[in-house]
């Protein structure tokens, strides 16, 4: 959680600057949603974040370097330039992050086909995405996750309820603001969990992904949390009531979650800083990395954008015989 929110505020410092293309997404005030829910996958498993989810990269294998170098739309980036944030993704045994292409909704239906495929396999994988309060009022978020819940596919789903779907109130775009309440009505499990509480996170998401993984079907996880910047950068967020961000200050996941950490006596207060100042260190040293690195060569952006080797699809056998003749 702390590298997250730390990364995300050099990328403000960068965005200041000039120096990120288009926009910036922030999470803070989130980070639990993220870091607690992929600390819950397994090995293998699939998972797709949103613009708010850059604390589960990081807990999925994503290194702050190629971040920050995709910000910047640099050649060093995973998309060498050609797309911008969070628009990335990797395919591997340890666990795959397809890439996200939409975040109304769309990578519900992406991930329950992924699945359903791996379950064709014979393989026992889970995934994992998150969806805005607003995300859920969309027909691809209702027909994807009506059609995993039909499937019995084993999706993870978290809304994170951060009380703004840009710069609507939650009751101003559904009538029920209370979304755990749709799991009965798809069929699934459904549990409500403090978004804040990053260990309260994690531990309603491990049941759930158990749950996936022992063929019960999916799970819809409403996490209460709240956005504490605007919809990006660009948004000075004044819709916002002032009491209501006081309100939520008070209940930061990091801050709850050191002072667990120190109440408990898991840490001491100089670890944790001991521990901070580690992660400014390397987050300096990966920051100047991406910054010296160079911009994609403009010659370069022709290449990748069809498959490199097209397959020809079979031709019928009466076209064929057609051709031959002709």
């Keep these: 959680m702390k590298l997250n929110r730390m990364a995300e505020e050099k990328l403000t410092n960068l965005y200041r600057q000039g120096k ?3 926009g910036l997404y922030r999470s803070l005030g989130q980070e639990g949603c993220s870091v607690g829910s992929a600390y819950a996958l397994d090995r293998g498993d699939i998972f797709t974040p949103l613009i708010r989810n850059l604390g589960a990269i990081f807990v999925r294998g994503g ?3 190629a971040v920050f170098a995709q910000y910047m739309a640099r050649a060093a980036g995973p998309t060498h330039g050609r797309d911008l944030n969070l628009h990335f993704g990797w395919l591997s045994e340890e666990g795959s992050m397809p890439a996200v292409i939409s975040m109304l909704g769309d990578m519900v239906p992406v991930l329950t086909g992924a699945v359903i495929a791996e379950r064709m396999k014979g393989r026992r994988t889970v995934a994992l995405t998150w969806i805005g309060d607003g995300g859920t009022s969309t027909g691809a978020f209702h027909e994807g996750f009506n059609f995993a819940c039909v499937q019995r596919a084993p999706l993870v789903v978290v809304v994170e309820n951060n009380k703004w779907a840009y710069s609507t109130p939650t009751h101003k775009q559904t009538a029920n603001p209370r979304f755990v309440d749709r799991a009965r009505a798809y069929g699934c499990f459904g549990e409500p969990v403090d978004g804040n509480d990053v260990r309260a996170v994690y531990e309603v998401t491990r049941r759930a992904i158990e749950r996936a993984r022992a063929g019960a079907g999916p799970t819809l996880i409403e996490a ?7 919809h990006a950068e660009h948004d000075d967020m004044k819709y916002v009531p002032r009491p209501m961000l006081e309100e939520w200050a008070a209940k930061d996941p ?3 979650y050191e002072r667990w950490l120190v109440g408990s006596g898991v840490a001491r207060p100089e670890e944790l800083q001991a521990v901070t100042a580690r992660i400014e260190a390397a987050l300096q040293e990966d920051l100047a990395a991406a910054e010296a690195s160079p911009f994609p060569d403009p010659r ?3 290449a ?3 498959a490199d080797r097209p ?3 079979p031709v019928p056998p009466l076209v064929a015989e057609w051709e031959r003749r002709r």
């Excluded at 209460?224 to 605007?230: C, E, F, L, P, Q």
């Design 20 to 22: 990120v293309v288009g």
């Design 63 to 65: 290194q702050p370097r």
């Design 224 to 230: 209460d949390t709240m956005r504490m910047r605007g």
């Design 254 to 256: 990091i801050d709850r």
């Design 300 to 302: 370069s952006g022709l």
């Design 304 to 306: 990748g954008v069809y």
């Design 311 to 313: 397959v020809r699809p």
